[in-house]
């Protein structure tokens, strides 16, 4: 069965500092990978797919399928970021996502 | 619409008794998605409607568990017997073609 692991369940930094939050994941095929994010009050959205290559508000992920992970990248944070984010994968042809548990982000002035 | 909606945005219930939460999808979309969240871990997925397609059951814990569609519209995710564990937020979901999940603001369920 496939895995989603975020190993940190909260990662503090200061405004400007660059920010990685670690997302690892275990299956056997070739997944597809997300990142979804939740500000304080909202809903959960999509913040980018690996199949896209964007960067979406500065944040970028790469998939290191050597490694088994999607980190996610910002060099720069900023306050704004602050939020829960979930990496999530879906395997080939089955469209429902296996996520992991969160990293709340805190971006401090 | 505007979203995916939910509803009731919060139930509470005593132990035993069945409960219903209901979602309402972006129109258009053809599949439908329940999650749960338990508190302080990531979703669960529950089940998955895809239009006429059988729907994905693989994620419901229990018998307890069932849920409906109504063709590409309305769809009930139904608790019997609700038990303390199956206290969570339920998160529904609905994508296009596209695949992008869209995700509702959840039902917190409370069961005492």
């Known amino acids: 069965a496939q895995r989603v692991t975020q190993p940190e369940k909260l990662l503090s930094v200061f405004k400007g500092a660059p920010v990685e939050l670690k997302c690892n994941y275990s299956?056997?095929?070739?997944?597809?990978l997300f990142w979804y994010v939740q500000y304080s009050r909202q809903r959960l959205q999509l913040l980018l797919r690996?199949?896209s290559r964007e960067s979406i508000k500065g944040f970028t992920a790469d998939l290191n399928k050597g490694e088994t992970s999607f980190h996610l990248k910002k060099p720069f944070a900023q306050e704004e970021d602050s939020a829960m984010y979930y990496c999530?994968?879906?395997?080939?042809?089955?469209?429902?996502?296996?996520f992991g548990s969160g990293t709340r982000l805190q971006v401090q002035p | 619409g505007a979203g995916v909606s939910q509803s009731p945005s919060n139930k509470v219930t005593e132990k035993g008794k069945d409960v219903e939460l209901r979602c309402d999808p972006i129109?258009?979309?053809?599949?439908l998605y329940w999650y749960r969240q338990r508190l302080g871990q990531g979703l669960e997925f529950l089940i998955y409607f895809q239009g006429n397609s059988a729907p994905d059951k693989s994620g419901l814990p229990s018998d307890r568990f069932s849920a409906e569609r109504t063709g590409e519209s309305v769809s009930t995710l139904t608790i019997q017997r609700t038990q303390q564990e199956d206290s969570a937020v339920y998160l529904c979901a609905s994508s296009s073609s596209s695949g992008e999940q869209f995700f509702g603001p959840g039902t917190r369920l409370t069961v005492l």
């Open positions: 299956y056997s095929g070739s997944p597809e």
């Open positions: 129109s258009g979309h053809t599949a």
């Open positions: 690996h199949i």
């Open positions: 999530a994968l879906s395997r080939t042809g089955r469209r429902a996502l296996t």
